[in-house]
């Protein structure tokens, strides 16, 4: 495989025309491309729900819906943003970038890319399709613990379980379809070791997704056949038990998180050493900490149900077990830190994001511990403490690390530069508002109001308001930054191959826009060993 | 195809077709569970449409690899592919086994009041917390749901039927391991020979496996019979439906056996199917010791 | 004492098959030989943990679900 040539006929080096294009596409820049778009569509959707979450919160009292729609709301705002935008989002990226970053023409499996993305459409539909059915759309919360969606749910949570399978296929095969690519598709002359963090934070998220997806498909078919055949898995009057419905959940659950932060850690990796103009601090011990995390997030599950009964020894060892995990993420942490200590730094748009995701992040992982403690948590369970702790681990980290890379990779994926003004003046509006937004939500939490409520006491008044106008501007930031996202595309000055003079990595050794088919030749070793986080 | 080009397939019709079939065949089922009139006859159609969308897809795939599209290299992608698509199978099956040992290592016994669970038994008269037969055995009682608890009058023996169908799976395991082996000798009447005496004796399995329901459904065990009766349904359903498409997979390797597609080194998909075999068969091997005896 | 055997007897089982999978992973001929020689091995020791499940029925070292039932309904 050392001098491989294009690999079929003269039309395989163009897209076809058309809108079936889309449709039949086996390209991994095209299937990239529509994961994108899919997510970015997705994430207004649930952004919207979220600006009806906080246009009710706005002031005390049922202002604008009932009870029911809220929780509707609260429920598919959950759902839709972590299976419907961050995980798809990434994936997406995965599909852009890992091949490029690999020195390989394609995916390993080109055709189950294809069928790995749409499936999520149709998945997205029935999904949302449950908002216009009798009883409305699920409202038992995305967690979706049972009885809640079993005994006392509406007809609309058999879609919603489809719809998760669906989903879950479409994860699990996107995952097989990256290890394969990984492990198979790299270049001959690349080491695992000179891999790109991206691709290594990616191949260990792809064995979280295979490892714990099916779970959840388990946890929902468990649910369906409760819900419809008269099974008791979840019903204590015949000897099941609710709490394992979380057990099942969590088990899943946990490894998710990890799901939608550890590609994150690897964005954020590739673009702090770019800007600093360092190689990435400590390469080897960041692979070894993200495989730490991957393992350690299988045994912590039950974290998040210190409330819900377990024996104290359990509490226990799941409460030590988790401080462990800080132990791993301080390393990359650290790492980041050391990687700008006494580098030339510039500060372009997606510098900004990937610092203030190292800063906000920590915050939020800050707050994990303060839950993680069993004894604290039971102050804090399900208060909007825990709601403030994974906004900031969700939204400024995942969904931060996103829009870095965003910025970072745009130039690459249409060959021409944002307009870095705009660009700048959306970071500022967006840091600033999602911090009014969240931060206050902590001291709501501390202070004792419970999440997932329409209407709450007169003391929760103040910050509740600050927070819904922290929300409304944030939501507002998404318009700057669709308007900018498309101004680059249509009117945006040509960009050069390698738009940061300080980036690593094949993908910048490709035309400006990279081909349709990239690497038809692997990269030598000498190309390599330069575009690696070594050097 | 030389060893050193990269494969590349052209676009294709088949994801989207399969997209619709499967999503055709859940909104169909989901209707059908709420009694909605058209439900099945969409079920029918998803399902046709998914069947048709995997014998296009893979019928393709075989094509070309019979054509000699493929190299090296798509073989182990094919082969990572369905390596972790199987590790997948094995994670849902943790997941039921799972709910298997929580029911009967922990709650169970919770309800019956072990550990600092005392009052339990008081608050719940009538409860029965013994394995088989874990749900109110007060007659009339019923689940939250309000449907109503079927209490089995027999118990489920794992002797017998259960016994003789675990040797039948494990006869599959040898015969297939024959098969295989013949076929790594390159010869190929052994290899049809002990093929159809594998596929042979899945189907005895399945047959012997309805016998096996037909008795424990008319003993009172159903799904409404508490948690053993939804353990031991859901892990054997699943199980048997897995030991379906095992069969379904083996007959159209027979199929390409007959054919000449395979040589003594190059088989995948014959030992991604074999391996897939084996799995069914290990499942298997984990619920008759921990369904049916430990 | 005898469901610890079984136990241990499972997860060979499951080790020899898990060796069959990497086995099918790495592919071509040395491949394909650790894959058979893995999956005779777990024939093997499939048929070896029958043995023994009968063997403890019949001696009485475990005992069925259904019997450990019919001790408690007795009851």
Not at chain 1, 250 to 261: K, L, N, R, S, T
Not at chain 1, 342 to 353: C, D, K, N, V
Request: charge should be neutral; include cysteine; hydrophobic fraction near 50%.
């Amino acid at each position: 495989m050392t001098t491989a040539t294009a690999s079929h006929d003269e039309h395989h080096h163009g897209p076809e025309k058309g809108l079936m294009r889309w449709v039949k596409t086996t390209n991994h820049k095209d299937i990239g491309t529509l994961y994108l778009w899919f997510a970015f569509a997705m994430l207004l959707i649930g952004g919207a729900l979220a600006m009806g979450i906080r246009m009710e919160l706005l002031q005390p009292g049922l202002q604008l819906m009932d009870p029911h729609f809220f929780n509707q709301l609260t429920t598919m705002h959950g759902l839709i943003m972590v299976f419907g935008a961050i995980m798809p989002a990434f994936v997406g990226l995965g599909n852009w970038l890992i091949p490029m970053m690999v020195g390989a023409p394609d995916m390993a499996l080109p055709r189950m890319n294809n069928w790995s993305f749409w499936i999520l459409p149709f998945a997205g539909g029935i999904l949302l399709s449950t908002f216009f059915m009798e009883g409305g759309a699920p409202a038992f919360g995305w967690t979706f613990y049972a009885p809640l969606s079993t005994t006392f749910a509406p007809d609309s949570t058999d879609f919603f379980i489809f719809a998760v399978h669906l989903l879950g296929f479409s994860s699990i095969m996107g995952a097989i379809n990256i290890i394969a690519t990984v492990l198979n598709m790299r270049a001959p002359k690349m080491k695992l070791m000179d891999m790109p963090l991206f691709v290594w934070t990616w191949l260990i998220t792809s064995f979280l997704l295979i490892g714990a997806m099916p779970v959840l498909a388990g946890a929902v078919t468990m649910m369906l056949t409760d819900r419809n055949f008269g099974t008791a898995f979840f019903d204590a009057t015949g000897g099941g038990d609710p709490v394992m419905f979380q057990h099942i959940f969590w088990f899943f659950g946990h490894p998710e998180v990890y799901i939608m932060i550890l590609p994150a850690f690897g964005v954020v990796s590739h673009i702090i050493p770019t800007f600093a103009r360092k190689p990435l601090f400590g390469y080897s011990s960041m692979v070894y900490a993200t495989a730490s995390i991957a393992f350690l997030s299988y045994i912590v599950w039950a974290h998040h149900m210190f409330l819900t009964g377990m024996p104290v020894a359990g509490e226990l060892y799941f409460m030590y077990a988790t401080m462990l995990i800080a132990v791993p993420t301080g390393v990359k942490v650290f790492n980041w830190i050391s990687t700008m200590w006494r580098g030339s730094m510039t500060f372009e748009t997606p510098m900004l994001w990937a610092v203030s995701f190292v800063f906000l992040f920590t915050i939020g992982g800050f707050s994990g511990l303060m839950l993680g403690i069993a004894p604290a948590d039971i102050q804090y369970h399900d208060t909007y403490f825990v709601v403030a702790h994974f906004h900031y681990v969700l939204v400024t980290g995942a969904l931060w690390s996103i829009i870095a890379a965003t910025f970072y990779w745009l130039p690459k994926w249409t060959g021409k530069m944002y307009n870095e003004g705009l660009a700048k003046v959306h970071f500022w509006w967006a840091v600033i508002s999602v911090n009014v937004l969240f931060f206050p939500q902590h001291f709501l939490g501390l202070a004792g109001m419970p999440r997932r409520i329409p209407d709450y006491s007169l003391q929760f008044a103040d910050f509740n308001m600050i927070s819904s106008i922290g929300g409304f501007a944030f939501g507002a930031s998404f318009i700057l930054f669709t308007y900018i996202v498309i101004d680059c595309i249509r009117n945006g000055k040509p960009a050069t191959a390698r738009p940061w003079e300080g980036a690593k990595g094949l993908e910048w050794t490709l035309a400006p826009k990279a081909q349709y088919h990239s690497f038809n030749t692997p990269p030598s070793r000498e190309l390599i060993k330069s575009e690696s986080q070594h050097s | 195809m030389n060893e050193k080009e990269y494969y590349i397939p052209d676009g294709t019709y088949w994801p989207i077709i399969g997209s619709i079939g499967i999503s055709i065949l859940l909104i169909g089922f989901a209707n059908q569970m709420h009694g909605v009139s058209w439900g099945s006859s969409a079920m029918v159609l998803g399902f046709a449409i998914t069947v048709f969308m995997l014998f296009g897809w893979l019928g393709q795939v075989v094509n070309e690899s019979v054509n000699g599209q493929y190299n090296q290299q798509v073989d182990r992608s094919f082969r990572w592919g369905m390596s972790w698509f199987i590790f997948s199978e094995v994670m849902f099956f943790a997941a039921f086994f799972g709910a298997l040992f929580y029911a009967r290592m922990l709650s169970v016994p919770w309800l019956g009041g072990a550990d600092n669970n005392i009052f339990t038994p008081d608050l719940w008269n009538g409860f029965s917390a013994t394995w088989q037969q874990v749900a109110f055995t007060t007659p009339g009682t019923t689940l939250q749901s309000g449907t109503a608890i079927s209490i089995p009058t027999k118990l489920v023996e794992a002797t017998g039927l259960p016994a003789l169908n675990t040797i039948l799976l494990l006869l599959s395991g040898v015969t297939l391991t024959l098969a295989h082996h013949a076929l790594r000798s390159d010869n190929r009447n052994q290899v049809i020979g002990w093929l159809v005496a594998t596929i042979t004796l899945g189907v005895a399995f399945l047959g012997f496996q309805v016998m096996e329901y037909g008795h424990a459904y008319a003993d009172g065990l159903k799904l409404t019979s508490g948690i053993y009766g939804s353990t031991f349904y859901m892990l054997t359903g699943f199980h048997g439906f897995h030991v379906t498409l095992g069969v379904i997979m083996l007959t159209v390797i027979l199929f390409r056996v007959q054919k000449g597609h395979f040589s003594a080194n190059n088989h995948f998909a014959f030992e991604g199917v074999a391996w897939y075999w084996h799995f069914v068969d290990v499942v298997w091997l984990g619920l008759f010791v921990f369904v049916y005896w430990v | 004492m005898s469901s610890v055997i079984i136990i241990v007897i499972i997860v060979g089982i499951l080790l020899a098959l898990g060796s069959g999978l990497l086995g099918l992973m790495r592919g071509g001929p040395e491949g394909s030989e650790k894959m058979f020689r893995s999956l005779v091995v777990r024939v093997a020791l499939s048929l070896f943990l029958f043995g023994i499940l009968m063997l403890s029925g019949y001696m009485g070292w475990i005992e069925p679900n259904a019997v450990i039932m019919d001790a408690t309904i007795a009851k």
